[in-house]
């Protein structure tokens, strides 16, 4: 992975470089950035960068020979582990290495790639990821023996957040106290779900979103589009190349999220008062219901900026909105009154619980049909 690859983030990048030049590499480093902004494409950058002796800020020199096993991510040193759940092939105990040959395919065509993206490889379902304390093991396993090549050991931990607490209290020792030349490079998208022991031990390093340039002089480069039609999924990219790819190429959700939103908030407009049209509600939480998991909770984050969107509408901050829901006879302008100052914050609150329960393995059709009928209240509330 070349820097010059990786969108923007020039600061980071510097920052890198330059310590790693002068030799003061940190053994454990967090880095904390939104989807799409790069912080997986950077760790292996870097990690590149430091096993292969690389100089000038560019991951090019002497060393071809390790510089080449970095195209196919299979540099021996370079370790990783990452969310995983069982399948067919992996009944139980699911680690990351069960899944190397997926993974180093994901990277490869999606360095900026999110979380449900990799989950969609893996074919999730119902279940949800997390690091488990057999890939502690792992981890200590692998960073007990030597280098092959003689040099550093790094390795990659995708999505920090996910480790369970077994698996977490497993690696605090070794984050504290390493193996000589031995890099930890956590990643993740919520800081503030990763226990704070592990927090404290680490280097942070916050990346930003990609500004509306960066992801549009991208686009016009790499895809050979024009500046215009770039411009405008730069700007509903919000910050998030991944997105802007999918936008790009039309497959910004595997599931119709806005078609399911609006059925379901007009609906919810319909029941209030009507004890009848209770029973659409029933019906699109049996079907919502029936999803899995990780499905459910993005698509109730999608609510969320939905509704948020309607508000900035509301209070007529046309620029900052994005969204453009393609359900026939919808007009976001339309809904955008119904959401003020007096229920914005209670919708929000109902839709941050449901997630909560329903990634909590909550009963999600109980938890959807709840949220739907103080729907009902709310959105008439003036």
Not at 26 to 51: C, K, R
Not at 155 to 180: C, F, G, H, Q, R
Request: net charge negative.
């Amino acid at each position: 992975m070349q820097f010059s690859e990786i969108i923007g983030q020039d600061y980071i990048k510097s920052h890198l470089t330059k310590s790693a030049d002068l030799g003061r590499i940190p053994h454990a480093q967090l880095f904390v950035g939104p989807e799409g902004s790069g912080t997986l494409a950077m760790a292996i950058a870097y990690a590149q960068y430091i096993l292969c002796n690389n100089k000038n800020g560019e991951n090019t020199g002497v060393n071809e020979s390790c510089n080449l096993k970095f195209q196919k991510i299979s540099h021996p040193d370079l370790h990783f582990v990452y969310p995983t759940v069982s399948t067919d092939e992996v009944k139980t105990k699911p680690k990351s290495i069960d899944f190397i040959a997926d993974w180093r395919q994901f990277i490869s065509q999606s360095p900026y790639g999110g979380l449900f993206d990799w989950y969609s490889v893996l074919g999730v379902q119902n279940k949800q990821g997390e690091i488990r304390v057999d890939d502690a093991q792992e981890i200590l396993k692998s960073l007990a023996l030597k280098s092959y090549e003689g040099g550093y050991k790094i390795m990659i931990v995708w999505m920090a957040d996910k480790l369970n607490t077994a698996a977490s209290n497993k690696l605090l020792k070794l984050l504290e106290e390493p193996p000589e030349k031995t890099v930890f490079i956590l990643i993740s998208e919520h800081e503030e779900d990763i226990i704070q022991t592990i927090r404290s031990r680490c280097q942070i390093l916050h990346f930003n979103g990609l500004s509306e340039a960066n992801i549009a002089a991208t686009l016009v480069s790499r895809e050979q589009i024009d500046l215009k039609l770039a411009t405008k999924i730069a700007h509903q990219a919000q910050g998030n190349y991944n997105k802007a790819m999918h936008l790009l190429h039309n497959d910004t959700e595997e599931h119709p999220f806005d078609q399911w939103f609006v059925t379901w908030v007009r609906a919810a407009f319909k029941a209030k008062g009507n004890a009848a049209a209770i029973q659409d509600l029933i019906q699109w939480s049996e079907q919502i219901a029936t999803l899995g998991r990780e499905t459910q909770k993005k698509f109730l984050q999608f609510c969320i900026e939905m509704f948020r969107q309607a508000l900035l509408l509301n209070y007529e901050t046309n620029d900052l909105v994005y969204l453009e829901p393609k359900v026939e006879k919808f007009k976001l302008e339309n809904f955008a009154p119904f959401v003020n100052g007096n229920n914005i914050n209670d919708i929000f609150m109902e839709l941050s619980d449901a997630m909560y329960h329903i990634e909590r393995n909550g009963n999600a059709k109980i938890i959807l049909t709840d949220l739907s009928i103080k729907l009902t209240r709310l959105i008439h509330k003036k």
